[in-house]
């Protein structure tokens, strides 16, 4: 007989139950979360890659739809990529056995750089996955002018 079942209070009923010895920790968070509680979900995961035309930022978002979601330029060329994934509702009868996915708020905030043409920014979604596009303003390379050598 163990005691670490028991000091965290044994819940097992049949002898093929897996004991979590978390269960009766008082903290939430991740799998451990109360149905219907709302977890942040700030470190939403963005891939940010440039190609020779554009900054090019994507953002998966399964669940979320596109009217939940804000993607906005501020001064400074700052980007903003932010949103709401609302909590499932919980019916009375239904009996949660495991909760993982996040819900609530988020936001993510990326400084641009200077070649960019922040006025010609686009944004797509498709199949859970955000695209914000950002063209790279055309560099101008300096006028060279060649000197003749007298002499």
């Known amino acids: 007989m163990s005691l670490i079942p028991r000091f965290f209070g044994s819940r097992r009923n049949n002898t093929f139950d897996l004991w ?37 930022f994507k953002a998966d978002l399964p669940g979320v739809k596109k009217e939940e979601v804000k993607v906005e330029v501020e001064e400074g060329r700052v980007l903003q990529i932010s949103g709401d994934r609302r909590v499932e509702k919980e019916e009375k009868n239904d009996k949660w056995h495991r909760v993982e996915r996040c819900s609530g708020k988020f936001m993510r905030r990326f400084r641009l750089p200077e070649n960019v043409k922040v006025n010609e920014v686009k944004a797509t979604m498709e199949n859970g996955v955000l695209t914000v596009t950002v063209p790279k303003a055309e560099v101008k390379k300096p006028d060279v002018k060649a000197i003749d050598i007298s002499g």
């Open 20 to 56: 979590d010895p978390f269960q009766d920790f008082p903290f939430t968070g991740g799998a451990l979360s109360v149905p219907g509680e709302t977890a942040s979900f700030a470190n939403t995961r963005i891939d940010w890659k440039e190609t020779p035309e554009a900054h090019v």
